[in-house]
């Protein structure tokens, strides 16, 4: 019996070995992970879940907000953030991590326009992020960022643009993407309504990728238009906040539209 318990089992010691290369950042393990840089990634998927929306005219960036308690300033939750006029950033993660980087992508875009005497486009401001959040896992004496983000905005010649950055440092162009909690579910929903909502917006329905946002939070927002905060922008125009009753009534529609194709299943049903 004592021969038994002092040996050690696989489990215990693949968490051993696995507990060995996640002390420094910089160190890979034997098969090329950097446990941190992964550890991070799951701060990401515990965060609130996020939702960008890239249409023709219209690029809409959705978060599922925390609610509040009592004696709380809502204001002061904010998930979506404006980095210049023409760029915004949604988030998915540790908030106070969130801070540090706009902060730092701010002071870019401004020292950009200095330097320049132009806005930045939104691939140079990704970039830029995704720069800082590598530069983040290569160096010891500090962390990875636990945060992933969508940046989106239109660039002088009015194209839009919808980009994604992750602990790693990497960045990505997207149509539609979601990430965060339950991410993986909202991006197969994206997946299979973006087409559908592309062509409604070329048809001349303009609120079309405000819907998508909507409905793709919706599959995973319990408490529904409660908590759902939507900003979109157009271009030339600044970042706007869809008010709270436009967000509540877009839900109420949704949800008698999914009852109505309900019932159409139904009666196709009983008439087979």
């Known amino acids: 019996a004592k021969e038994r318990s002092a040996q050690p089992s696989a489990h215990s010691g693949t968490h051993a070995a696995a507990m060995s290369y996640d002390r420094a950042i910089t160190v890979f393990s034997p098969d090329g992970h950097l446990f941190q840089v992964e550890y991070a990634m799951e701060a990401v998927k515990n965060g609130t879940t996020a939702v960008g929306v890239r249409g023709k005219g219209t690029v809409v960036l959705g978060v599922e907000k925390k609610s509040a308690a009592k004696l709380q300033e809502p204001r002061t939750m904010r998930k979506i953030m404006k980095l210049d006029r ?6 998915a993660g540790l908030v106070a ?4 980087l706009v902060n730092k992508a701010r002071l870019e875009c401004q020292s950009y326009r200095l330097t320049m005497e132009d806005s930045p486009t939104v691939e ?4 830029f992020i995704a720069q800082v959040q590598q530069r ?3 160096r010891g004496g500090r962390r990875p960022f636990g945060i992933s983000n969508l940046i989106a905005g239109f660039d002088a010649d009015g194209t839009a643009n919808l980009y994604q950055t992750d602990p ?3 960045h990505t162009a997207w149509k539609a993407l979601a990430i965060g909690r339950n991410a993986k579910s909202v991006r197969e929903f994206l997946e299979e309504n973006y087409a559908e909502h592309a062509t409604a917006e070329e048809k001349g329905d303009v609120d079309a990728p405000i819907k998508l946002a909507v409905k793709a939070l919706m599959e995973v927002v319990e408490s529904g ?3 759902i905060e939507i900003a979109y922008m157009k271009p030339g125009q600044p970042l706007k906040t869809l008010p709270a009753d436009k967000v509540a009534a877009m839900c109420k529609e949704i949800e008698k539209q999914k009852e109505a194709d309900k019932r159409k299943k139904k009666t196709k049903k009983t008439a087979k």
């Open 225 to 227: 238009a409660k908590n």
């Open 168 to 170: 790693t440092g990497s």
């Open 97 to 100: 991590d969130a801070r540090v």
């Open 86 to 91: 023409h760029v915004s950033l949604a988030f």
């Open 136 to 138: 983040f896992t290569q």
């Open 124 to 127: 140079y401001v990704s970039r």
